[in-house]
């Protein structure tokens, strides 16, 4: 077990392998579950959960840790940050980002909300669908921001663009307050969608 813990690899295929059992169990052993549009909903519901846990644990992780940690770091280990452990992070944030906006969209066509849910309920009724819509709107304007600005500017502050220093400088600042920004909406996006779910 200690080897399997040893990698990330390894613990990931296992956590998946155990997550399947579980899903039989309780599929097969449940009664008469079918694949059907509930199961579909079910599932790329589970999906949107996963991404968006990676995407704001990410998202929690730069603006909690690593940003105001960077400070207190010596210059001469900074680079470590810079060139291999904020890339990464980037690459499962940005595209933790984009798969949670398709699997939500994806949850609300399946179950027929997405129309209205966008238009905020007007029209419908309101209630679930002005909840809903609001947080699908916080997380669409949040994906805008990491993939169209956060991105962007955090390849020229790490230096996978080449650009002038005041430049590097500069783009740092925006990537920094658009995360924060995105901080900012994470708390009202999630109170919508958890609201949504189970207040109405």
Known sequence: MISILQSLKKTIHLSIILAI???LGLFFGGGDWTFNQLFWSWLFRYLHVLAGVMWIGLLWYLNFVQIPSM???PDDQ???IG???APAVLFWFRWAALATIVTGLIVATLNGYLHQSLALGIGSGGGKNTAIG???WLGLIMAYNVWFIIWPNQKKALGIVEVTPEEKAKSA???M???RINTLLSLPMLLSMVMAQNLY
Do not use: E, N, R, W
């Open 83 to 85: 060139k291999v452990i």
């Open 177 to 179: 307050l658009t995360s």
């Open 78 to 80: 900074k680079p470590a």
């Open 134 to 136: 609001i947080g699908m």
């Open 71 to 73: 400070p207190k770091i």
């Open 21 to 23: 059992l579980l899903f």
């Open 173 to 175: 600042k925006t990537a």
